[in-house]
Structure formats: C-alpha cells, structure tokens
C-alpha cells in the first residue's frame, strides 16, 4: 500500500455524499493533490477522468457515499471512486459510439446505469483502468503516467477486492478535516430543511414580486452554499443515516480547504439578514428559532475554528452548556 508521505509513495484520500453537488469537490481534491505533488502536468486528464467517476457514482450508482483515493507511486498516479451502491461492478462498460436507434438492446444500454459514454473518455486518457467488487460496492480506478501511448476505447479490468473502505481522511495540503462532535441529528436536519426553505421563497420572492431585496439575498445565500456544498450534503446523509438508525446524536465529520471557512462565515451572516425579513413579515418562512441559531453558531464556530486554527473539536451539548444564557 502507498504511504502518506516518504519517497515510497503517497496517499490521500477524501469521503463525500454521492450526490452531483460532491462532483466539484473530487475534482478540486485531485487537482491540489497533484499539485502539491509537483505533478500538475497531470491535472487536465486526471480531473477529467475523476469527474467522470464521481458523477457515475452520484448519479447511478445507488450510492450513499463515494470515497476518492489518490495515489502517487513513482511516476504513476491512480485515483479511485468507491461506492456503496448496488449497481455491480460489470454495469462499468464503456460506450465509444452512439446507439444505433433500430436497435432496442443498444438503446436499452444507453439507458443502464453506469454506460454513459464518460467512461469512454477515461478509458481513452489512463494508461490502466479496472473496477474492483469490494464488501460494499465497488471501486472504479484509474492511472495516468503523462507518457501512455494513444489508444482506443478499452474495458476495464474486473476482479474483486476485499479490502475495508478508508475511515480516516489523508488530505492534500490546504485542507482540513473537520469534526461535528456530538451534532443533534433532528435538530440538524430541521436546520438543513429551514434553510431549503428559505431560499425557495427568496427565489419565488424575486422573481415574481421584483422584490431587489429578496432577489439579492437570494443569489447570495446560493453564491455562499456552492462552495461548501459539498460539506453540507455530507452532512445531511450522515444524518438522515442516524436518523434511520434511531440515534440522537452523531460525529458528523466533513472536508473541505481551509477557505470554505470564510464562506460558511457569509453564509451564517446571510441566514441572520433573511432571519430578519422573516421577523418583519416580509417572507412566509418563519424565523429561525433560539435552536437553530444556537446550532448555526455552533456549526460556525466549530469549522472556524478547526479549519483555520486546527483546533480540538468541541461537542455541542458542551458548547451549548458553556454559552447558555443564565436565568
């Protein structure tokens, strides 16, 4: 196995919500890792090919999570999409021509999961790809050398692999992990919920009353949410996942680069300016209540804190003790 550090080999590896909004994350955790590699003549095929492979995870897959490795051996970097999903290793087919449209079975294929002509692409770029059966799913991988000759459309090499997913991130540098300890799991999805809300009447808002206001704050909400869009979307699985299980608080643990934390900051400060429209009755959606600003603020403080100042994590019933307000 390649180590995370040392003249052997290096590894890193990042675990995300199989969703489309976790795409633009693989894609950025490749390229800084490659940079930080000094192999940044690599970047445009290798976060071609792992954009392919998130976005068949995310999107037929069946998934929940999807796990990115990347590796660097010598000259040779592979990167790996894992997924829990039920979709088999032999859906992983590539499809190099368009369907012929007087033949059923090759417009049934078009349709299959998995088949979309993505991984043409990243059969042509790497020198070797395969996909490998694992416990939970299966692992789709690829490497790239910068040296391969050209070649065609070729099928992936299939065997099984027993080995346990990561449960530990090794992330490139600039980035930093960071640990909801204890996060109340009703509680969170209530606020993942209120926000969804919010933003829909602020879009309806805008665009139907020409309301400037609303239309802005719209935009803005949406402008903070995509960067770490990703961070929240692993957070709500690992949350509707607890509540499935009965459990009433979980560690949500999350990536991101450091400067999303400044974004999560905007987003806070923008959620308050909306709380405020909903006090004056200027928008349906209520108001955030004392908990959910209790656990907003948490949420904040916390990636400030560990993302910025690499601080230890603080639980939240431990932070809710130490900020209550005294009778």
């Avoid at 299966?138 to 050209?150: C, D, N």
Wanted: charged share 25%; aromatic share 4%.
């Amino acid at each position: 196995m390649l180590e995370n550090s040392g003249t052997v080999g290096r590894l890193l590896r990042l675990s995300l919500a199989a969703e489309p909004v976790s795409v633009p994350a693989a894609r950025r955790f490749v390229a800084d890792g490659l940079s930080s590699w000094g192999r940044s003549d690599l970047l445009d095929d290798a976060t071609l090919c792992v954009s392919e492979l998130a976005s068949n995870a995310a999107l037929h897959a069946s998934s929940t999570f999807m796990h990115i490795g990347l590796g660097l051996h010598r000259d040779v970097v592979r990167v790996s999409v894992e997924d829990d999903g039920a979709v088999p290793a032999q859906a992983v087919t590539p499809r190099p021509s368009f369907p012929d449209p007087d033949d059923p079975v090759e417009l049934v294929l078009e349709d299959e999961a998995t088949t979309g002509r993505g991984l043409a692409i990243v059969s042509i770029l790497a020198s070797d790809w395969g996909v490998e059966t694992t416990r939970g799913g299966k692992r789709v991988w690829f490497e790239i050398t910068g040296t391969a000759g050209e070649h065609g459309v070729r099928l992936p090499k299939i065997h099984d692999d027993e080995a346990v997913g990561p449960s530990e991130p090794m992330l490139p540098a600039g980035w930093a992990h960071v640990r909801l300890a204890g996060c109340p799991v009703r509680l969170s999805l209530r606020q993942d919920e209120h926000l969804d809300e919010l933003i829909r009447e602020l879009q309806l808002v805008g665009a139907y009353r020409a309301n400037p206001t609303s239309q802005a704050l719209a935009l803005e909400l949406q402008e903070r949410l995509s960067g770490p869009a990703h961070a929240r979307h692993m957070g709500r699985r690992i949350a509707q996942r607890a509540a499935a299980e009965g459990r009433d608080f979980i560690d949500v643990d999350m990536a991101m680069p450091r400067e999303f934390s400044a974004e999560v900051q905007k987003l806070d400060m923008a959620v308050k300016a909306a709380d405020v429209l909903c006090e004056e009755m200027r928008l349906l959606t209520l108001a955030s209540s004392g908990d959910l600003r209790a656990l907003r603020a948490w949420m904040t403080e916390e990636v400030v804190r560990q993302a910025q100042h690499g601080a230890a994590p603080v639980a939240w019933e431990h932070w809710l003790s130490r900020n209550a307000t005294p009778d």
